[in-house]
């Protein structure tokens, strides 16, 4: 009897893979449902023998069980997109079955922890700082000395906490590696617990992931003896963006409103019921069995770009042929990763934007293609790699119209805590309308308790300037990244495309 | 089982959890479609909190509501990725096609992101989504 192999993850599925495995299993084959390799245009992607057909629907199951199907693509671990990556993280994406303890063993499965264990706190936490990973979430901060700060506190309880929240645009590598592979993201946490000492870890996910949901809850009761004491529970967020932030995803497990909390105190000395507590994304917790692998350390570090070590797995989304996880090591160009690898746009149309990590960073332009994938080289030209997000525009897109949806998702997302990010997001719409519709007297600067507002009509320049200094007042008046990078898309784009601009 | 019953068994089934309103709204909200006045008051006594600090929870968070809302509801991506895929020239149809009886709901991201336009009904999920395929999932909604 044939064997075919189809991913049982959310995008897969949400492509037509139930009805397509349906379809093999009345054709009388076995059907095993494995996670993605993330090629996300040839989903769903069939596998026969390691023979790849994609993307398949029912009519051509018995092509590709003949074998003359127009859908084949060859070997599929052969394929152009995967050779030129360098999978750590995503090591086991395509080929194990996300809920099969047995699979999971099979593939170096739990052998970082084990080693953990043996090796002890210090070291661990030494392995992990000469790693050089940094936070996979957005801010880079280095992961091994997070461990060490929560290590080092003194406290009854402390925490491991799994923010799962992916709320950017153009991002999904967490969503598709807990419906992957859950147990590397379980192992990863239990190495970083046992580093700091904590008997409870929590997973935070959007609600936006119900797949990804009942996938870690499933692992974690199948892995709950092999971590033990270490208990995990699974929480879900409840639509609020913000609450990715790490301060306001730890007010919303405790109950509350997801408000951002100031720092000091960091959520590493006093997090989680005001326990020292260990934040870190999906992506950071499932670095760590790797990295404590033998000689993982080394190698993770001898990879990369500057300060930028190891591997990124990188998401091409939005307009873009190709798209899909593309992991490796930090420093590759945009050009390679968008016209090379993604193979240009969707629609065949000029690439005209391209907007790195979510709805908080900068749109570049293909004069910037040049610009190494790595933490500092894009912080140099005012924008963020964030959680790794590449998201594709061809020439149609107004970048006013992506300057206003900056601020109106900020104005809806905002957590109100200060006033730059709530209100200021408010004024930026407006602002924006002001400038795409042309100067019209402002009905609000005529009130007669405006009284600094100037009189006479105001101009375009006089709008673009008022924007600068509403954009600068948010960068540097907000308490978190939300109302202090919405001024990266909103600026990039008036800078590098002022003719959409009224 | 009436609905109080069915609250207060929501209630016990979260009782000695660390943080438990997060999860206790989740199960009202699956159980009843909203979290009604009534229930607030209930909740806040269980886990000795004010009316007030469960109304302001509930209402920071775009997914917890006072009213139901019986309508089906189709969730749309509006996000950028789903916006450069042009999820915005659908929207009209799928407003069209829903009238008044099915609800078309906004989310930001689904992590769909390279295969949009996308759309959630429940805990299904739909991708390449074109006018004539979202017409017809807002039609079977
Ligand atoms: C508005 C906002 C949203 C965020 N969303 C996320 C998110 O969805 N996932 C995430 O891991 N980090 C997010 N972060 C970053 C977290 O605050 C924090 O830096 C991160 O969880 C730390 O983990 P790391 O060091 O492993 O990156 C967000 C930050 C801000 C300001
Ligand atoms: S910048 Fe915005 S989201 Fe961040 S703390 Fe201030 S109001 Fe809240
Ligand atoms: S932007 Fe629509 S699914 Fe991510």
């Known amino acids: 009897m044939t064997t075919v192999r189809i991913s049982d993850d959310a995008l897969a599925r949400a492509c037509g893979a139930d009805a397509l495995a349906q379809a093999f299993a009345v054709a009388g084959c076995t059907v095993e449902r494995v996670s993605s390799w993330g090629m996300h245009w040839l989903e769903p992607l069939v596998e026969v023998d390691g023979l790849g057909f994609g993307p398949a629907t029912a009519a051509d199951v018995p092509g590709i069980l003949a074998g003359l199907s127009d859908k084949a693509i060859g070997r599929i671990g052969e394929h152009r997109f995967l050779a030129r990556q360098q999978r750590l993280t995503f090591a086991r994406a395509g080929r194990t079955r996300p809920l099969s303890l047995g699979d999971y063993a099979a593939t170096h499965g739990w052998e970082g922890l084990a080693r953990a264990r043996a090796i002890g706190p210090q070291a661990i936490i030494a392995e992990v700082i000469a790693s050089g990973l940094r936070g996979r979430g957005g801010a880079g901060f280095p992961a091994g000395i997070k461990l060490r700060t929560v290590a080092e506190a003194q406290a009854p309880r402390k925490f491991v906490v799994c923010n799962a929240d992916e709320g950017d645009s153009g991002t999904f590598a967490d969503r598709m590696l807990m419906e992957g592979d859950p147990f590397a993201l379980i192992e990863g946490m239990a190495i970083a617990a046992h580093a700091v000492g904590a008997e409870a870890g929590y997973v935070y996910v959007r609600s936006?992931?119900?797949?990804?949901?009942a996938k870690m809850r499933a692992a974690c009761t199948l892995a709950a003896p092999r971590i033990a004491p270490l208990h995990i529970e699974v929480r879900v967020g409840a639509g609020a963006y913000v609450c990715g932030e790490e301060t306001s995803l730890l007010n919303s497990l405790e109950g509350k409103r997801g408000e951002v909390r100031a720092k000091?105190?960091?959520?590493?000395?006093?997090?989680?019921?005001?326990?020292?507590?260990?934040?870190?994304n999906v992506l950071t917790l499932a670095a760590l069995p790797h990295i404590l692998s033998e000689g993982g350390a080394a190698h993770y570090a001898g990879l990369g770009h500057g300060r930028s070590r190891g591997t990124m797995p990188i998401q091409l989304a939005g307009n873009i042929r190709h798209g899909g996880l593309f992991e490796v090591p930090f420093g590759i160009t945009l050009d390679e990763l968008v016209n090379t690898i993604g193979g240009g746009t969707a629609s065949g149309r000029a690439v005209k934007a391209v907007q790195v990590g979510g709805p908080l960073g900068a749109y570049i332009?293909?004069?910037?293609f040049d610009l190494p994938f790595d933490y500092e080289a894009y912080a140099a030209a005012d924008a963020l790699i964030g959680h790794g997000g590449v998201v594709v525009f061809d020439e149609r897109v107004d970048m006013a119209r992506m300057a206003r949806f900056a601020m109106e998702f900020c104005a809806a997302e905002s957590c109100g805590k200060c006033t730059p990010c709530r209100i200021g997001s408010t004024r930026g719409v407006e602002l924006l309308d002001r400038i795409a519709t042309g100067a019209a007297p402002d009905a609000l600067a005529a009130l007669p308790q405006m009284r600094n507002a100037p009189r006479g009509l105001r101009g375009r320049a006089d709008d673009i300037a008022l924007l600068e200094e509403l954009c600068e007042t948010m960068q540097y008046g907000s308490l978190c990244a939300l109302g202090g990078f919405t001024p990266f898309p909103v600026l990039?784009?008036?800078r590098h495309w002022p003719q959409d601009f009224g | 089982m009436d609905d109080s019953a069915r609250l207060a068994e929501i209630i016990a089934a979260h009782a000695g959890e660390e943080g438990a309103l997060l999860p206790?709204?989740?199960?009202?909200?699956a159980a009843f479609g909203c979290i009604a006045r009534a229930a607030q008051a209930d909740i806040a006594q269980a886990l000795n909190l004010s009316r007030a600090e469960v109304h302001g929870v509930i209402g920071f968070y775009h997914d917890f509501t006072e009213t139901p809302d019986p309508r089906p509801l189709v969730e749309l991506c509006r996000a950028e990725a789903c916006q450069a895929r042009g999820v915005e020239a659908l929207v009209a149809a799928a407003e069209r096609a829903a009238g008044a009886r099915v609800r078309i709901g906004?989310?930001?991201c689904l992590g769909l992101c390279s295969v949009g336009p996308n759309a959630r009904i429940g805990d299904d999920v739909h991708a390449r989504l074109d006018e004539a395929r979202l017409v017809a999932l807002v039609a079977g909604a």
């Open chain 1, 208 to 213: 936006e992931y119900p797949h990804a949901v």
């Open chain 2, 24 to 29: 206790i709204l989740h199960d009202v909200r």
């Open chain 1, 365 to 368: 332009p293909p004069s910037r």
């Open chain 1, 492 to 494: 990039s784009a008036l």
């Open chain 2, 106 to 108: 906004k989310v930001w």
């Open chain 1, 264 to 280: 000091p105190p960091l959520p590493a000395l006093a997090g989680l019921f005001g326990c020292p507590t260990v934040v870190n």
